[in-house]
Protein backbone atom coordinates (compact mmCIF):
# COMPACT_ATOMS: atom_id res chain seq x y z
CA UNK A 1 0.00 0.00 0.00
CA UNK A 2 2.77 2.18 0.77
CA UNK A 3 4.39 1.90 -2.30
CA UNK A 4 1.17 2.66 -4.41
CA UNK A 5 0.67 5.68 -2.64
CA UNK A 6 4.00 6.83 -3.09
CA UNK A 7 3.96 6.31 -6.81
CA UNK A 8 0.64 8.19 -6.85
CA UNK A 9 2.83 11.34 -4.68
CA UNK A 10 5.61 10.79 -7.38
CA UNK A 11 4.22 10.28 -10.47
CA UNK A 12 3.26 13.77 -11.19
CA UNK A 13 6.48 15.25 -9.38
CA UNK A 14 8.72 13.38 -12.02
CA UNK A 15 6.60 14.40 -15.13
CA UNK A 16 8.70 15.01 -17.94
CA UNK A 17 7.18 18.22 -18.52
CA UNK A 18 9.21 19.42 -15.56
CA UNK A 19 9.57 23.22 -15.93
CA UNK A 20 12.13 25.00 -18.14
CA UNK A 21 14.19 26.99 -15.54
CA UNK A 22 13.30 24.72 -12.08
CA UNK A 23 16.18 22.49 -10.16
CA UNK A 24 16.31 19.23 -12.08
CA UNK A 25 18.49 17.51 -10.14
CA UNK A 26 19.81 19.29 -6.77
CA UNK A 27 23.02 17.00 -4.20
CA UNK A 28 22.84 18.31 -1.12
CA UNK A 29 25.52 17.63 1.60
CA UNK A 30 25.53 14.07 -0.26
CA UNK A 31 28.68 11.42 0.51
CA UNK A 32 28.76 8.18 -0.43
CA UNK A 33 30.89 5.69 1.21
CA UNK A 34 32.51 1.82 0.31
CA UNK A 35 32.95 0.75 3.55
CA UNK A 36 35.68 2.57 5.24
CA UNK A 37 36.60 4.79 1.61
CA UNK A 38 34.24 8.37 1.27
CA UNK A 39 34.48 8.53 -2.45
CA UNK A 40 31.89 11.49 -2.41
CA UNK A 41 32.59 14.09 0.11
CA UNK A 42 29.61 16.38 0.87
CA UNK A 43 28.67 17.35 -2.65
CA UNK A 44 26.18 20.55 -3.28
CA UNK A 45 25.67 20.70 -7.03
CA UNK A 46 22.41 21.77 -8.96
CA UNK A 47 21.28 21.43 -12.15
CA UNK A 48 18.85 23.02 -13.87
CA UNK A 49 16.02 21.89 -16.03
CA UNK A 50 16.81 21.40 -19.80
CA UNK A 51 21.06 21.75 -18.72
CA UNK A 52 23.81 20.04 -20.43
CA UNK A 53 26.79 19.51 -17.81
CA UNK A 54 29.77 17.81 -18.38
CA UNK A 55 31.94 15.90 -15.34
CA UNK A 56 35.17 15.77 -16.01
CA UNK A 57 38.19 14.63 -13.71
CA UNK A 58 40.63 12.10 -13.18
CA UNK A 59 40.51 8.32 -13.33
CA UNK A 60 39.42 7.61 -9.30
CA UNK A 61 37.96 11.21 -8.54
CA UNK A 62 34.25 9.92 -7.91
CA UNK A 63 32.44 10.43 -11.22
CA UNK A 64 30.65 7.53 -12.26
CA UNK A 65 29.47 7.38 -8.85
CA UNK A 66 28.69 10.39 -8.62
CA UNK A 67 25.85 10.19 -11.88
CA UNK A 68 25.29 6.59 -10.49
CA UNK A 69 23.87 8.25 -6.90
CA UNK A 70 21.30 10.31 -9.29
CA UNK A 71 19.20 6.77 -10.02
CA UNK A 72 20.12 4.49 -7.24
CA UNK A 73 22.21 2.20 -9.17
CA UNK A 74 24.32 3.41 -5.80
CA UNK A 75 22.81 4.32 -2.39
CA UNK A 76 23.63 7.31 -0.64
CA UNK A 77 25.13 7.34 2.93
CA UNK A 78 24.48 10.86 4.00
CA UNK A 79 22.63 14.04 2.61
CA UNK A 80 20.04 14.22 -0.08
CA UNK A 81 19.38 14.02 -3.99
CA UNK A 82 16.71 15.68 -5.32
CA UNK A 83 14.94 14.98 -8.46
CA UNK A 84 12.42 17.77 -10.04
CA UNK A 85 12.43 19.08 -6.18
CA UNK A 86 11.55 15.79 -4.77
CA UNK A 87 13.80 14.06 -2.17
CA UNK A 88 14.09 10.53 -3.45
CA UNK A 89 17.04 8.60 -1.15
CA UNK A 90 14.09 6.99 1.11
CA UNK A 91 12.33 6.03 -2.47
CA UNK A 92 11.64 2.10 -2.71
CA UNK A 93 9.76 -0.39 -4.60
CA UNK A 94 7.68 1.23 -6.92
CA UNK A 95 8.56 4.51 -6.62
CA UNK A 96 12.17 3.75 -7.00
CA UNK A 97 11.13 2.29 -10.33
CA UNK A 98 8.84 5.07 -11.90
CA UNK A 99 11.85 7.65 -10.84
CA UNK A 100 14.06 5.65 -13.04
CA UNK A 101 11.64 6.05 -15.75
CA UNK A 102 12.25 9.57 -15.84
CA UNK A 103 16.65 9.05 -15.69
CA UNK A 104 17.98 7.56 -18.53
CA UNK A 105 21.16 6.25 -18.08
CA UNK A 106 23.86 5.15 -20.70
CA UNK A 107 26.82 3.30 -19.96
CA UNK A 108 30.39 2.74 -21.18
CA UNK A 109 30.50 -0.62 -22.39
CA UNK A 110 26.65 -0.39 -24.14
CA UNK A 111 25.45 -2.73 -21.62
CA UNK A 112 23.43 -4.09 -24.42
CA UNK A 113 21.38 -7.44 -23.93
CA UNK A 114 23.73 -9.40 -26.38
CA UNK A 115 20.88 -11.99 -27.57
CA UNK A 116 18.07 -9.40 -28.42
CA UNK A 117 17.86 -7.78 -31.70
CA UNK A 118 18.43 -3.44 -31.38
CA UNK A 119 14.86 -3.17 -31.38
CA UNK A 120 14.33 -5.41 -28.78
CA UNK A 121 16.88 -4.12 -26.57
CA UNK A 122 14.95 -0.29 -26.87
CA UNK A 123 11.86 -1.97 -26.38
CA UNK A 124 12.43 -4.06 -23.44
CA UNK A 125 11.76 -2.11 -20.54
CA UNK A 126 8.16 -0.67 -22.04
CA UNK A 127 6.97 -4.30 -22.40
CA UNK A 128 8.64 -5.59 -19.13
CA UNK A 129 7.97 -2.98 -16.95
CA UNK A 130 5.16 -0.54 -18.47
CA UNK A 131 3.26 -3.30 -19.52
CA UNK A 132 2.92 -2.10 -23.56
CA UNK A 133 2.00 -4.91 -26.24
CA UNK A 134 5.06 -6.05 -28.16
CA UNK A 135 3.74 -4.39 -31.26
CA UNK A 136 3.37 -0.81 -29.92
CA UNK A 137 6.70 -1.23 -28.02
CA UNK A 138 8.92 -2.11 -31.01
CA UNK A 139 7.04 0.61 -32.84
CA UNK A 140 8.52 3.33 -30.67
CA UNK A 141 11.93 1.55 -30.94
CA UNK A 142 11.70 1.84 -34.53
CA UNK A 143 10.66 5.76 -33.72
CA UNK A 144 13.59 5.76 -31.83
CA UNK A 145 16.17 3.99 -33.62
CA UNK A 146 15.42 6.45 -36.67
CA UNK A 147 16.65 9.31 -34.24
CA UNK A 148 19.89 7.92 -33.64
CA UNK A 149 20.37 7.05 -37.12
CA UNK A 150 19.62 3.79 -37.15
CA UNK A 151 16.76 3.10 -38.99
CA UNK A 152 17.76 -0.08 -40.94
CA UNK A 153 19.42 -1.60 -38.34
CA UNK A 154 16.69 -2.62 -36.35
CA UNK A 155 16.69 -6.20 -36.49
CA UNK A 156 20.27 -6.69 -36.12
CA UNK A 157 22.35 -8.08 -32.72
CA UNK A 158 24.58 -6.27 -31.08
CA UNK A 159 27.39 -8.61 -32.37
CA UNK A 160 26.71 -7.37 -36.01
CA UNK A 161 26.84 -3.69 -34.89
CA UNK A 162 30.02 -1.26 -34.61
CA UNK A 163 30.95 0.17 -31.26
CA UNK A 164 29.24 3.67 -32.39
CA UNK A 165 26.37 1.50 -33.43
CA UNK A 166 25.90 -0.06 -30.11
CA UNK A 167 26.36 2.72 -28.17
CA UNK A 168 23.33 4.75 -30.52
CA UNK A 169 20.87 1.54 -29.48
CA UNK A 170 21.58 2.41 -26.12
CA UNK A 171 21.15 6.10 -26.57
CA UNK A 172 17.91 4.89 -28.11
CA UNK A 173 17.19 2.51 -25.30
CA UNK A 174 17.48 4.86 -22.67
CA UNK A 175 15.11 7.26 -24.05
CA UNK A 176 12.29 4.91 -24.74
CA UNK A 177 10.52 5.80 -21.27
CA UNK A 178 10.67 9.52 -22.79
CA UNK A 179 12.93 10.60 -19.44
CA UNK A 180 13.58 14.00 -18.79
CA UNK A 181 16.89 13.49 -17.30
CA UNK A 182 19.61 11.39 -19.33
CA UNK A 183 23.10 10.55 -17.25
CA UNK A 184 25.90 9.34 -19.58
CA UNK A 185 28.78 7.68 -17.93
CA UNK A 186 32.02 8.30 -20.54
CA UNK A 187 30.05 7.30 -23.29
CA UNK A 188 32.75 7.89 -26.40
CA UNK A 189 35.35 6.20 -23.92
CA UNK A 190 35.40 2.78 -25.39
CA UNK A 191 34.91 3.61 -29.09
CA UNK A 192 37.75 3.42 -32.12
CA UNK A 193 38.19 7.39 -32.51
CA UNK A 194 36.14 6.91 -35.72
CA UNK A 195 33.40 6.11 -34.16
CA UNK A 196 33.31 8.91 -31.79
CA UNK A 197 31.72 11.12 -33.34
CA UNK A 198 28.62 9.65 -34.82
CA UNK A 199 27.91 9.62 -31.14
CA UNK A 200 28.47 12.68 -30.25
CA UNK A 201 26.56 13.53 -33.10
CA UNK A 202 23.22 12.13 -31.48
CA UNK A 203 24.15 13.90 -28.04
CA UNK A 204 24.63 16.73 -29.84
CA UNK A 205 20.87 16.63 -30.88
CA UNK A 206 19.94 15.76 -27.92
CA UNK A 207 21.54 18.32 -25.79
CA UNK A 208 18.77 20.27 -28.34
CA UNK A 209 15.68 18.79 -27.26
CA UNK A 210 15.93 20.33 -24.07
CA UNK A 211 16.37 17.05 -21.87
CA UNK A 212 18.64 17.71 -18.46
CA UNK A 213 22.22 15.69 -19.72
CA UNK A 214 24.60 15.08 -17.41
CA UNK A 215 27.89 13.84 -18.87
CA UNK A 216 30.77 12.08 -17.59
CA UNK A 217 33.29 12.77 -20.05
CA UNK A 218 36.91 12.93 -21.30
CA UNK A 219 35.61 14.23 -25.02
CA UNK A 220 36.59 17.92 -24.75
CA UNK A 221 34.86 18.56 -27.89
CA UNK A 222 31.69 17.63 -26.02
CA UNK A 223 32.60 19.70 -23.14
CA UNK A 224 33.35 22.67 -24.92
CA UNK A 225 30.93 22.65 -27.54
CA UNK A 226 27.67 21.06 -26.64
CA UNK A 227 28.00 21.63 -22.37
CA UNK A 228 26.13 24.54 -20.38
CA UNK A 229 28.42 24.09 -17.98
CA UNK A 230 31.95 21.71 -16.99
CA UNK A 231 32.33 20.64 -13.35
CA UNK A 232 35.40 19.59 -12.09
CA UNK A 233 35.90 16.57 -9.80
CA UNK A 234 38.86 15.55 -7.98
CA UNK A 235 39.01 13.21 -4.54
CA UNK A 236 35.46 12.84 -4.05
CA UNK A 237 34.89 16.48 -4.29
CA UNK A 238 33.91 19.09 -6.77
CA UNK A 239 36.53 21.74 -7.28
CA UNK A 240 35.70 23.58 -10.04
CA UNK A 241 32.25 25.06 -11.79
CA UNK A 242 32.33 26.84 -14.78
CA UNK A 243 31.40 27.77 -17.96
CA UNK A 244 33.11 25.55 -20.92
CA UNK A 245 34.98 28.42 -22.00
CA UNK A 246 36.08 29.81 -18.86
CA UNK A 247 36.92 26.25 -17.68
CA UNK A 248 38.97 25.22 -20.93
CA UNK A 249 40.60 28.78 -20.74
CA UNK A 250 41.04 29.66 -17.24
CA UNK A 251 40.77 26.98 -15.14
CA UNK A 252 41.08 28.52 -11.40
CA UNK A 253 41.60 25.47 -9.41
CA UNK A 254 45.25 24.12 -9.48
CA UNK A 255 44.64 20.77 -9.97
CA UNK A 256 42.04 21.14 -12.66
CA UNK A 257 44.98 22.80 -14.32
CA UNK A 258 47.10 20.34 -13.76
CA UNK A 259 44.24 17.84 -14.72
CA UNK A 260 44.01 19.86 -18.60
CA UNK A 261 47.47 20.31 -19.35
CA UNK A 262 47.15 16.45 -19.12
CA UNK A 263 44.03 15.85 -21.23
CA UNK A 264 44.71 18.76 -23.81
P1 LIG B 1 35.67 7.75 -11.63
O1 LIG B 1 34.41 7.42 -12.35
O2 LIG B 1 35.91 9.22 -11.49
O3 LIG B 1 36.86 7.05 -12.21
P2 LIG B 1 34.51 6.16 -9.51
O4 LIG B 1 33.26 6.87 -9.10
O5 LIG B 1 34.37 4.98 -10.38
O6 LIG B 1 35.53 7.22 -10.13
O7 LIG B 1 35.30 5.69 -8.22
C1 LIG B 1 35.61 6.57 -7.15
C2 LIG B 1 36.28 5.77 -6.06
O8 LIG B 1 35.34 4.86 -5.51
C3 LIG B 1 37.46 4.96 -6.53
O9 LIG B 1 38.44 4.99 -5.52
C4 LIG B 1 36.88 3.57 -6.68
O10 LIG B 1 37.87 2.60 -6.47
C5 LIG B 1 35.84 3.55 -5.58
N1 LIG B 1 34.71 2.66 -5.89
C6 LIG B 1 33.84 2.80 -6.91
N2 LIG B 1 32.91 1.84 -6.90
C7 LIG B 1 33.19 1.06 -5.84
C8 LIG B 1 32.58 -0.12 -5.26
N3 LIG B 1 31.47 -0.66 -5.80
N4 LIG B 1 33.16 -0.64 -4.17
C9 LIG B 1 34.26 -0.09 -3.61
N5 LIG B 1 34.87 1.01 -4.09
C10 LIG B 1 34.34 1.59 -5.18
MG1 LIG C 1 34.07 6.32 -14.06
Known amino acids: QQDSLSTAATSAVFSRSAVKNQTA ?3 RRVSKSFGPHQVIKQVNLSVSSGEVIAVCGPSGSGKSTLIRLINHLETLSEGEIFINQ ?4 RLNGAALRQLRTHIGFVFQQFNLYSHLTAQ ?3 SLALIKVHGWKREDARKKAQT ?3 R ?3 KDRALHYPEQL ?3 QQQR ?3 ARALVTDPSIILFDEPTSALDPEMIGEVLLVMRELAQSGITMIVVTHEMSFARGIADRVVFMDGGEILEEAEPEAFF ?3 AHPRAQRFLQKVL
Do not use: C, H, K, M
Open 249 to 251: TRP
Open 144 to 146: LLE
Open 162 to 164: SGG
Open 25 to 27: VEF
Open 148 to 150: VGL
Open 169 to 171: VAI
Open 120 to 122: DNV
Open 86 to 89: QPTS
